[in-house]
């Protein structure tokens, strides 16, 4: 006979995959409010984890339990990453919520004017450099922008390695 209830590292872990985007809202808004999307996704991350690690420490379980419920929150770890990154930078959505939010059809150069809340293309590319350089992919050197000899450069090969392998490089 099948016993569909799970064990503790299971429950524990399908209980906080419900907690996760619970969290980011918490952590969206009012007293506890991150305001980077970044940080407050790993601080939501980092709490869900926390909490399981000390959940499993309470109790005693069976080494296979623990690592499926690891594998669980893992998976609805990554899930929520790609779910999180669309809505918070994703660029195609970013420029589809903009062309919603006009009642007419409006040119190209309109459209960028709204994505950009008004500014320029080249703010929106400003921003985009800020990131790399933040990041340690990108540094300016004067008036031009070069890529980091180690992290830029290994980040941009392992792209590359995986566009080919996944056929995204034509």
């Known amino acids: 006979m099948i016993n569909f209830v799970p064990t503790w590292p299971v429950a524990i872990s399908l209980l906080l995959i419900s907690f996760l985007p619970l ?54 770890t990554l899930a929520m990453f790609t779910f999180w990154t669309l809505i918070a930078w994703g660029f195609t959505i970013s420029m589809l919520l903009a062309l919603s939010r006009t009642s007419q059809p409006i040119s190209l150069e309109e459209w960028i004017m709204a994505y950009t809340n008004g500014k320029p293309l080249a703010a929106f590319s400003k921003d985009r450099i800020s990131l790399l350089v933040k990041l340690g992919l990108a ?32």
Request: aromatic share 10%; proline share 3%; glycine share 8%.
């Open 139 to 170: 540094n300016h050197e004067g008036n031009e922008l070069v890529i980091t000899s180690y992290w830029g450069r290994r980040v941009a090969c392992l792209t590359n390695l995986f566009r080919v392998l996944f056929g995204v490089l034509k």
């Open 23 to 76: 969290l980011l809202v918490i952590l969206s808004h009012g007293p506890w409010k991150v305001i980077q999307p970044g940080k407050r996704f790993f601080v939501a991350v980092l709490t869900t984890w926390v909490i399981w690690a000390v959940a499993i420490t309470l109790g005693s379980a069976p080494v296979i339990d623990v690592v499926t419920g690891a594998l669980l929150l893992a998976a609805a």
